[in-house]
């Protein structure tokens, strides 16, 4: 449980989400299968979730404390500076649209669950500590 409490540990996990993200842009084809609309809204959305809750993770339990409102709104701001540049990135992608405001607003909701995720996650491994395990 104490490696889930390590900033580094989150680091590390929201670097391999950007690669493979970067991967994934990178790709003309991402999706594979039957046509369900809007499907690319609910993978870019459960994507960031992933992302935002690792972010989230790393900024709570860095050494600095961050307070409540710096952890909402830097786990907002990366989402959607991320999701923005990922749009952007995608223009360049043979075969990708990018710049599209819904893959944008998408990846920003991800970003809200992820928050959420983040936070419970945080409740859970403090009760799992033995008196609270810290913050």
């Known amino acids: ?18 690669v493979t993200l970067w991967f994934l842009s990178e790709r003309q084809h991402v999706m594979t299968g039957p046509e369900i609309p809007h499907m690319d809204k609910v993978l870019h959305a459960g994507y960031f979730t992933l992302g935002s809750a690792a972010f989230y993770s790393m900024l709570r339990w860095s050494l600095r404390r961050f307070s409540p409102v710096a952890l909402l709104w830097g786990t907002l701001l990366f989402a959607a500076g991320v999701g923005a ?11 990708r649209s990018g710049n599209d405001l819904g893959d944008w607003l998408a990846d920003l909701t991800g970003g809200v669950i992820g928050l959420t995720v983040g936070r419970k996650l945080a409740g859970w491994l ?9 913050r």
Do not use: Y
């Open 1 to 18: 449980m104490t490696m889930l409490k390590r900033s580094r540990f989150w680091a590390v996990l929201v670097g391999i989400w950007a």
């Open 85 to 95: 540049l990922d749009e952007f990135h995608q223009s360049f992608v043979p075969g």
């Open 126 to 134: 403090n009760r799992r500590s033995p008196a609270g395990g810290g």
